[in-house]
């Protein structure tokens, strides 16, 4: 089983920039794809991005490409969402996820979440 915790969500002026971090319990977190995703009020969780267990493919919502990266450090046991040009359609709660689909990224099925981070992005 994976514990995610995250961290960085905050209030910040659009155009700014933001990092959100995921750090993950147990030993087998190179074992997993991440993604992080995003629930906006009175809407529905969203994908917002994924990358594979050895951060060779990553994939993005169309809304975010080219402004939003994601990365991970197996080492560190962390997953990072580095999020540029911030909007205020970007704001909402954002949830990191883990997925025993290593080698794929997936927008679905994810199996472990954590508790969420907001993020308000003020224009």
């Known amino acids: 089983q994976v514990q995610l915790v995250e961290s960085g969500g905050g209030l910040v002026q659009a155009g700014g920039s933001l990092r959100l971090s995921c750090a993950a319990s147990?030993?087998?977190?190179?074992?997993?794809?991440m993604g992080w995703f995003r629930q906006a009020p009175g809407k529905e969780r969203e994908f917002v991005a994924g990358i594979t267990w050895s951060g060779g493919s990553t994939d993005y919502a169309d809304s975010v490409k080219g402004r939003f990266t994601i990365s991970r450090s197996n080492a560190k046991n962390t997953v990072y969402l580095q999020m540029n040009s911030l909007k205020a359609e970007d704001t909402a709660v954002y949830y990191c996820?883990?997925?025993?689909?290593?080698?794929?990224?997936?927008?679905?099925?994810?199996?472990?979440w954590g508790q969420g981070t907001q993020v308000t992005v003020s224009s």
């Open positions: 147990g030993r087998t977190f190179s074992s997993y794809a």
């Open positions: 996820a883990a997925d025993r689909t290593q080698t794929v990224v997936r927008r679905y099925g994810y199996d472990y």
